[in-house]
């Protein structure tokens, strides 16, 4: 096992003065400089692919397909976009000039905020700490990058990329556990970015708040899917099989629960079950593709809840190798610990409703989830999506909203607060300044003292 060096306190505040020197120094603002720094950390993650996937490989047990499909191409094609939109996306955005306020011009400047704070879980270790610094080079910004300690592997290959491709006065990586991110975050930035869990985001708020640091909260929940008995059933169990399994649960948009309507429960049962045949083989566990718990703790925690109902399909675990077999629950309370509590596992709890204003009733009643899921008609989808809310949403489909960089990714409510990814992303490590431009060979006396004219004034306002 690879063992995380926790870096120092005092180099961590030596970091943030560097970084504030070369902010300062304005080397960052320039478009050019942005788009020749995306083409180096381009190059450092193809170079470096190889490394990443063993990493993710020890730690997780992830596959190379899985590793190319949901961490490295998803940063590849967000650089991609920028390198075909940023100069565009960028530019002064000029806005309308009411008649009242001749002879003036107004524009929107893009302006980076500053040194960013970006701080990465474990689950999709590369992906989730790569695609934010995108955005922040992007931006201008410089960065301090903190990987999790919980994927050792990954942590360290990450860091020998960043300090291959960067001076830490521009990107710098800092390792440790929470102790490091209680140093981390006693510092001021100008923008923190942060993905994890609703409690952990709020520890992250309160730290911001002391300094009024704007935030970028990527958070998680429960996102349901519901599946009405208007939807292709064979379809739906296996887009729901395939999602729910993918990095076998952990996964912060995963399928959490299933809404399934009573009369087509028996079909998908079945059908969930095939699917998951399909998948993984006979046995998950013999399949290059399943990826194991994190942690001996997260397996246990994950286990346990297959105490909350009757279990249809798998139940099996292998504590030895932080193995859960794909589960599906039924009969669960609506009250029990799997029903409250973010499950990030490959256990599925079922609950039956009687159409879908029965499933927008129980969703509302709960906090907003990062996703949502409907398989149904397009009318009854559409209903479930209008008369909800959560932070992005796939209709006949799960997880794959994500993998448009051209649709923003973001939370609401509890499952977090701003978005990005493309355009979204600039403008989240950005501040958006508003300009007017006066003219200096005309100055209309209407707006100073004592206001002669006002009652002709009056009517241009």
């Known amino acids: 096992m690879a063992e995380i060096i926790s870096t120092p306190t005092e180099h961590i505040a030596e970091i943030l003065s560097l970084q504030r020197g070369l902010f300062a120094s304005h080397r960052t603002l320039p478009v050019e400089y942005r788009l020749k720094m995306l083409h180096r950390l381009r190059d450092a993650i193809v170079k470096h692919e190889a490394a990443l996937v063993e990493a993710l490989r020890t730690d997780l047990n992830k596959s190379y397909e899985e590793v190319?499909?949901?961490?490295?191409?998803?940063?590849?094609?967000?650089?991609?976009?920028?390198?075909?939109?940023?100069?565009?996306?960028?530019?002064?955005?000029?806005?309308?000039?009411?008649?009242?306020?001749?002879?003036?011009?107004?524009?929107?400047?893009?302006?980076?905020?500053?040194?960013?704070?970006?701080?990465?879980?474990?689950?999709?270790?590369?992906?989730?700490?790569?695609?934010?610094?995108?955005?922040?080079?992007?931006?201008?910004?410089?960065?301090?990058?903190?990987?999790?300690?919980?994927?050792?592997?990954?942590?360290?290959?990450?860091?020998?990329?960043i300090k291959e491709c960067f001076d830490e006065e521009y990107v710098a990586v800092v390792q440790g556990h929470r102790d490091v991110n209680t140093a981390l975050l006693k510092e001021r930035y100008d923008i923190i970015f942060f993905t994890g869990s609703p409690d952990l985001g709020r520890v992250v708020m309160r730290a911001a708040a002391e300094n009024l640091t704007p935030v970028v909260l990527e958070l998680g929940g429960k996102s349901p899917v519901v599946v009405d008995k208007t939807a292709d059933v064979e379809l739906a169990a296996k887009r729901i099989a395939w999602g729910k399994t993918l990095n076998a649960g952990q996964t912060c948009i995963a399928p959490d629960y299933l809404l399934i309507h009573r009369d087509v429960k028996a079909r998908f049962v079945e059908a969930y079950g095939r699917a998951l045949k399909e998948l993984h083989g006979d046995d998950a566990r013999k399949s290059k593709h399943y990826v194991r718990m994190v942690s001996e703790r997260a397996l246990e925690r994950v286990a346990g809840y297959m105490q909350d109902g009757e279990v249809l399909i798998g139940g099996r675990v292998v504590s030895e190798e932080r193995y859960i077999e794909p589960t599906l629950l039924d009969n669960v309370s609506e009250s029990s610990a799997v029903m409250r509590e973010e499950i990030f596992g490959p256990v599925l709890p079922m609950i039956e409703i009687g159409g879908v204003d029965e499933a927008i009733e129980f969703i509302n009643a709960r906090e907003k989830p990062l996703a949502l899921y409907v398989f149904a008609d397009e009318q009854s989808a559409e209903r479930v999506v209008e008369y909800t809310s959560s932070g992005g949403a796939c209709i006949n489909d799960v997880i794959m909203h994500i993998a448009n960089e051209y649709l923003p990714f973001g939370g609401v409510g509890n499952s977090g607060m701003g978005r990005y990814h493309g355009r979204d992303s600039l403008y989240s490590f950005s501040h958006r300044r508003s300009v007017l431009k006066t003219a200096t060979w005309l100055d209309l006396p209407f707006r100073y003292m004592p206001y002669k004219w006002f009652r002709y004034i009056k009517r241009l306002l």
């Open 68 to 161: 190319y499909l949901t961490e490295i191409s998803i940063v590849l094609g967000e650089i991609d976009n920028f390198f075909k939109h940023l100069k565009r996306w960028a530019a002064p955005s000029k806005r309308k000039t009411p008649l009242k306020l001749f002879p003036s011009k107004s524009c929107i400047l893009t302006e980076p905020l500053g040194v960013a704070l970006i701080i990465a879980p474990w689950n999709y270790p590369v992906q989730l700490l790569l695609n934010p610094l995108v955005g922040a080079i992007a931006a201008g910004c410089t960065a301090i990058l903190k990987p999790s300690p919980y994927v050792p592997n990954v942590a360290l290959a990450l860091e020998r990329l």
